[in-house]
């Protein structure tokens, strides 16, 4: 039988086959989010996840909610309304704001886990490089995007939010599109529920996941691809 690992300011991570099934995929307690101790997590699979009053936890679910970039990506409707849209598309450009807009009230749940604490934990990993955003702008209007953190040639997608709507589906067709022309292997979206369902995500055993994660971790990728720039939606 599994047990919990509790981290301290040293100690690493147990391997993620050691989470437990109950609650699927918990698997440490504990630590800091300082940006070294979330790079190392990123980098064997794992991931925090925890309320705000909670102790930090950290999560290696079975299975896995996964995509393999494709472009283009969405459906017929998604592809006609966004060729009729005068949405601008850009990276990087509003880290902190789409940190925000992803940590702002959901009519689906009560709260947010993304606290101020979490949110400037990954604006530290952003300034170094290690965190990105995509942006979806109605003039100067920021009306949806999503960030996360690549690692190799796996992007590992936190959250995403929409101020109108299609904007946050958006957000993911150029996420998608940008990952497709740099030879992604895959998009890790950590748990499965039923948005990441009606988008097509798939569940991928943890063990296939890493397996695929140890392949591509250390693949090296253009710095470039994520200087802030203005992106257009290819059809």
Request: with cysteine.
């Amino acid at each position: 039988m599994n047990s919990l690992s509790y981290l301290n300011q040293s100690i690493g991570f147990p391997p993620p086959e050691q989470a437990l099934t109950d609650p699927n995929g918990l698997l440490a307690i504990g630590g800091d989010l300082h940006p070294d101790r979330l790079a190392q997590a990123y980098y064997q699979g794992i991931f925090p996840w925890f309320n705000a009053n909670d102790p930090i936890l950290w999560w290696s679910p079975d299975p896995r909610a996964v995509f393999t970039p494709s472009h283009p990506f969405g459906s017929k409707s998604l592809i006609k309304f966004l060729k009729k849209s005068a949405w601008r598309f850009t990276i990087n450009q509003a880290f902190l704001d789409v940190v925000a807009g992803c940590a702002g009230p959901r009519n689906t749940q009560d709260g947010t886990w993304i606290s101020a604490e979490i949110q400037m934990a990954y604006y530290e990993l952003h300034l170094q490089g290690h965190a990105h955003s995509i942006e979806v702008w109605d003039g100067e209007q920021l009306v949806g995007g999503l960030y996360g953190i690549p690692v190799g040639g796996i992007f590992c997608g936190e959250s995403m939010f929409h101020r109108q709507t299609n904007a946050s589906k958006a957000a993911f067709a150029i996420l998608n599109q940008h990952l497709v022309k740099h030879d992604f292997q895959l998009i890790d979206a950590q748990v499965m529920n039923p948005h990441l369902v009606s988008l097509g995500a798939k569940a991928l055993p943890r063990s296939e996941f890493l397996t695929i994660l140890h392949q591509y971790r250390d693949r090296a990728t253009s710095a470039s691809m994520w200087n802030k720039q203005e992106v257009f939606i290819e059809f």
